[in-house]
């Protein structure tokens, strides 16, 4: 059996507190899919990753659910999903970046799923969040 998905890495999310994770923190669980955007002009960090969530209504879980599979349930999600706010959590760490923003910066960055692993609240702001990058299986790898 072919694996969908290869693991790359772990990490923490880094400055979560100065960013916008309080305004969705009950929206995010573990298995929430977010979104990893390439910030090449960021004044702190010319190699950062910044860490998105994005508002998708239903359709986040849904996915991750594997409702994806019941396609008139899946397409409603799609058609009732004319707004998407996003909402910045965070970054990869700076330690951990630069062999990431390589692939973004030629054009692979579509490749990666990021997903949280873990959620303590009770730890530091920077240690709260853990999320799972992996690389996402190529479909033309199975013609």
Known sequence: ME???LYYMDCH??????HDADEVWDKLKIGTKLHLVREADNRYD???IAIVYRD????EDMEYLGHHDNPLMYQECLENN????E???GYVPRCHNTQLSGFFDMGWGDIFECRICKIDP???????LRVTIKIKRNPRADI
């Open 56 to 59: 998708e209504g239903p359709q």
């Open 3 to 5: 694996k969908k998905k």
């Open 46 to 48: 010319p190699e950062a």
């Open 82 to 85: 004319e707004d998407c706010e």
């Open 13 to 18: 999310v880094a400055g979560r507190m100065y």
């Open 122 to 128: 009770e730890a530091h702001p920077e240690q709260q």
């Open 87 to 89: 909402y910045l959590i």
